[in-house]
């Protein structure tokens, strides 16, 4: 790919000039090639209201933004983790992990305003840059899907993006800046501060970290005053008398949402990986890890040392499913079998892909099941095949149909918002609700309460329903 060198282009927000060596029409361009490799990694979140809010509160935060005349596009993405995301050129993604973690509409906006901020600022494409200069590869390896594979190079762009980290001057810029946008439309820019908070107890519960909206942001506790300090004078300038928080209007919005992993899309139990919806099983490699996403569900094992997938194969016929897995992934043939997988017509490949290093050596079933080709997928080097071999066929040996009701009948669990019919300790009202005592802490954070708050007749709360 070639890219402009030296180009200076007029920073949007500063008005002063940067060294940006990628142009307008670049940027653009590349977020609109890395959208559709985003929505295949995560799936769209299957609800009109949810994405019609989103759009419809992001265009009117994008028109007062210091870039307006970007095509902008608001989606809310099918994952459970909380993260919020913005592409180059005008594209933002929130997942309904975050959406289920707010507790207003205010809090949404402030966390709006922040990452078009990212895009109107043009952080990532000063990232991209300094990528490039530095003739960093984004994203290295095999891009497995074959979906994904045909996006190829956007795809893998795309996700390397995702994985980008903001300096810590631009996570403060885009927080002014989600502050400025935010109550120019009309919200209570200090609930974002109040939505750190919310974070930073997820993020000490899980231990684990929150991708790009808390990883690499400044000092919490600083970022809490000066977000509070800057609400307070923007809405001096804006002369806004009553800013909006909108709390009972989010939380009726998002009753329903689902809340975690959508066991529908697959889920792991004793080392099984169960489909309800496809109706199809295969035991995980022991102490494998796995990640499931609606593309591709991989496993590898702790040393990194191989990977192992399943997709779908496009094709009316296993052959056809062959041949195009085979060109899609430039391998070789070594050796090919018809076989049977537990009644199920099958193809068993061994094929190689040869790189400038060494040689990639895969093992592929090719599985007919319900007009669908599954593809499982191990790959190694030709080295260490024989290592893995019998960790990739017994999973591969052991896929079968589902007939488990108890599997085949799993529902996600959903928001439920309540009314609180008896003032009480927050604590207190979520026991009311059979909340487990084991997952009290949990719905705590999710309403962005302590335990011993006192909570009000009438007061909307978040439960949890199956
Ligand atoms: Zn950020």
Not at 184 to 208: C, N, V
Not at 343 to 372: K, M, S, W
Request: charged content about 20%; hydrophobic content about 40%; glycine content about 6%.
């Amino acid at each position: 790919m070639l890219l402009l060198f030296n180009s200076c282009a007029t920073n949007p927000v500063t008005g002063k000039k940067d060294i940006v060596l990628m142009s307008e029409e670049q940027e653009i361009a590349l977020g609109a090639q890395s959208d559709p490799a985003v929505v295949a990694q995560f799936g769209l979140y299957d609800n009109k209201q949810l994405q019609q809010f989103i759009q419809s509160k992001g265009q009117a935060m994008a028109a007062v933004s210091h870039r307006p005349g970007l095509k902008y596009e608001f989606k809310i993405v099918d994952s459970p983790v909380i993260n919020a995301f913005a592409l180059p050129g005008g594209y933002v993604y929130f997942t309904r992990g975050i959406m289920a973690h707010f507790n207003n509409e205010a809090q949404f906006a402030g966390v709006l305003g922040h990452e078009i901020g990212h895009i109107a600022a043009r952080h990532s494409v000063q990232q991209q840059s300094k990528a490039t200069l530095a003739q960093v590869g984004l994203i290295a390896g095999m891009v497995i899907s074959p979906e994904l594979a045909q996006l190829g190079d956007a795809a893998s762009q795309a996700l390397g993006l995702l994985f980008l980290k903001f300096s810590r001057d631009d996570e403060r810029e885009s927080d002014e800046l989600g502050v400025e946008y935010a109550t120019k439309i009309g919200y209570d820019a200090s609930e974002m501060a109040d939505f750190f908070l919310t974070l930073q107890r997820k993020q000490q519960d899980s231990g684990s970290t929150i991708p790009d909206f808390m990883s690499t942001h400044p000092n919490p506790a600083e970022r809490y005053t000066t977000v509070h300090e800057l609400a307070a004078q923007w809405k001096k300038k804006e002369n806004l008398t009553t800013a909006k928080v909108n709390r009972n209007e989010y939380l009726r919005m998002i009753d329903g949402l689902v809340y975690g992993d959508d066991p529908r899309q697959g889920f792991v139990e004793n080392s099984t990986f169960y489909h309800p919806d496809l109706k199809f099983k295969f035991p995980v490699p022991t102490g494998w890890n796995h990640m499931n996403s609606p593309q591709v569900f991989q496993m590898a094992p702790k040393d990194g040392g191989a990977i192992m997938n399943l997709t779908l194969v496009p094709g009316e016929t296993l052959e056809q499913a062959a041949q195009q897995m085979l060109q899609g992934y430039k391998l070789q043939p070594v050796e090919s079998q018809s076989i049977t997988v537990n009644g199920l017509p099958a193809l068993a490949i061994v094929a190689d892909q040869q790189q400038e290093q060494q040689t990639v050596r895969t093992l592929t079933y090719l599985i007919r099941y319900n007009n669908n080709n599954y593809s499982l997928m191990g790959i190694t080097t030709a080295q260490s095949f024989n290592n893995y071999f019998q960790a990739f066929k017994t999973t591969m040996d052991n896929f079968s149909v589902l007939s488990d009701p108890d599997k085949l009948n799993r529902q996600p669990e959903r928001i439920k918002v309540v009314s609180v019919q008896q003032s009480a300790t927050l604590g207190q009202v979520l026991q009311k609700y059979n909340v487990k005592n084991d997952r009290l802490e949990e719905l705590a954070v999710l309403n962005g309460m302590e335990l011993k708050d006192p909570v009000e007749r009438g007061t909307l709360i978040k439960t949890i329903s199956h």
